[in-house]
């Protein structure tokens, strides 16, 4: 099926409280792509954020993000009132402050919290019953997590009495009666979630819109997984990671990456049969309908770094879990739809595997006009249909921004000529260039549908502030959905409308 679709993270929605949410332009947002004829929405992981504001860095790799949770919508519903809003800050409109957000989020999360337990929800009450019930397996010990951790002023759980953090039995059962009704709360915010998620990925389905979600491949360590499950990492006795996650030096870093997440004991998860990466693959595809699996390259191998070491330089290549992990995927989850994130320094044995499970790759348009007509990013190298070809991603330049700031002349010549235009609509070229090619599906930023330059770039990796934060101030442009039906007409991308 040849199909299209945008990627926007839901905190870059316009709207009224801080942040983008899963509320009413969510809703919006997913009509606006089913005018356009796109099938599809991409977003990055919908985790819970903590230092940073990076979704690839969380609290839980099951739970949602609590702070994109509609106000509007808990207004509808009774759980908040409309003085619960008077008091909105004046918010910036085209960024995310997380310094003012967060505070103003919990305030409201609290009263919706408060409302709740005074009752006049009976509707809500088996709900959140059965929420509880069918999330058991990691609910409850993200929930504990997060009440330790805001009664041990945010500290990392490696912090914590040594009780806690080795999860002695008595520690715990004193800290649930203790801290019971915090972990209440956090629940209820994730019931909240999950029930407005479920509300607008239902709205987008019975529009013809999908969604593509996004797993890391490593967690954080300052998380419920990490805390919950200690024996499926390398740590020391501490809780303290004795390897970190990175990559090795290449031509854009002399000292390589260092993550600095703790690394899976693959062998202990092979032994449990990938029970835990079974939930967690499960649970996502519960909340979305295509998973793309970030860094794939680590299940062939990793970047091992001893925790100890300052930059990635002294790491050495591991074997990942392979074939092995992937057979278990199907034989529990039946044949998933995968996206392989296969960029940046791909080996043979990378490819292998991605091939022999049929997962499609990623092409990335700004990345094919460096080293000339055999560059495997230009269009015309595509091996078939089964690859995801972007305009960008989120971790590299828009496409006017990398036209204006990172290409060469001779980049941009060789591009001005492939693409037969002048450069002066060179995202929409880009788009047009992605959307005619031969690969199946066809996903554009919406930075590169607003034309819009590096001002609106979502994230600089290695950089440490000011990411994570870019919105939309309005909904997109009628001319632009006009552009886009227009081009998913022209190049057979109606998907499930064909």
């Not at 800050?89 to 957000?101: E, H, K, N, Q």
């Not at 951790?149 to 800290?175: D, I, Y």
């Not at 992937?326 to 995968?338: E, K, N, S, T, Y």
Request: proline fraction near 8%.
């Amino acid at each position: 099926m040849r199909a299209s679709g945008l990627l926007l993270h839901p905190t870059s929605l316009p709207g009224p409280d801080g942040i983008g949410d899963l509320g009413p332009e969510a809703r919006a947002f997913a009509a606006d792509l089913a005018r356009a004829g796109c099938t599809f929405w991409q977003v990055l992981p919908l985790g819970p954020t903590g230092y940073g504001d990076s979704p690839y860095q969380t609290f839980s790799a099951f739970a949602g993000n609590p702070y994109l949770i509609s106000p509007a919508d808990l207004l509808a519903e009774g759980l908040l009132l409309p003085d619960d809003l008077h008091a909105r800050p004046a918010f910036s409109a085209g960024r995310v402050d997380y310094g003012v957000l967060i505070p103003w989020k919990k305030r409201l999360l609290r009263r919706a919290f408060r409302r709740f337990r005074e009752g006049g929800f009976p509707h809500l009450e088996g709900a959140l019953a059965a929420f509880r019930q069918a999330q058991v397996l990691w609910l409850e010990d993200f929930a504990l997590f997060m009440a330790l951790k805001e009664a041990h002023g945010g500290a990392p759980w490696t912090a914590w009495p040594r009780p806690l953090r080795l999860r002695r039995p008595a520690a715990l059962a004193a800290a649930r009666k203790s801290l019971a009704d915090a972990v209440d709360e956090v629940i209820f915010e994730q019931f909240l979630f999950f029930r407005q998620w479920q509300a607008l990925r239902e709205a987008a389905a019975a529009r013809g819109v999908r969604f593509i979600g996004d797993v890391p491949l490593f967690v954080a360590h300052d998380s419920a997984d990490v805390w919950a499950h200690p024996e499926l990492f390398f740590l020391d006795a501490d809780g303290n990671p004795t390897v970190v996650a990175g990559v090795p030096p290449d031509y854009f870093s002399a000292t390589g990456q260092r993550w600095g997440n703790p690394l899976y004991r693959w062998e202990a998860h092979h032994r449990q049969g990938y029970a835990w990466w079974l939930a967690r693959l499960r649970t996502l595809l519960g909340l979305v309908d295509v998973v793309r699996l970030d860094h794939f390259r680590g299940f062939a191998a990793y970047w091992e770094i001893p925790a100890d070491a300052p930059t990635a330089e002294a790491g050495r290549w591991v074997p990942g879990p392979g074939a092995a992990f992937f057979a278990a995927v199907r034989a529990a989850l039946g044949d998933p739809p995968l996206i392989a994130e296969d960029l940046g320094v791909i080996t043979p044995d990378v490819e292998a595997l991605r091939d022999r499970f049929g997962f499609p790759g990623m092409k990335v348009l700004v990345f094919a006009f460096d080293g000339g007509a055999k560059n495997p990013f230009l269009p015309h190298n595509f091996s078939g249909p089964n690859a995801v070809v972007y305009t960008g991603t989120h971790d590299n330049d828009t496409a006017v921004g990398w036209w204006q700031a990172r290409a060469s002349e001779a980049e941009r010549d060789f591009a001005r000529r492939y693409l037969a235009a002048d450069g002066r609509d060179i995202a929409w070229d880009l788009i047009r260039a992605a959307w005619r090619s031969v690969a199946k599906w066809a996903i554009a930023p919406v930075q590169d549908v607003l034309a819009l330059g590096n001002e609106a770039r979502m994230n600089y990796p290695g950089r440490t502030g000011g990411n994570w934060a870019w919105r939309m101030t309005a909904p997109l442009p009628e001319e632009v959905l006009a552009r886009l039906a227009e081009f998913n007409a022209l190049y057979g991308r109606t998907g499930q409308r064909a």
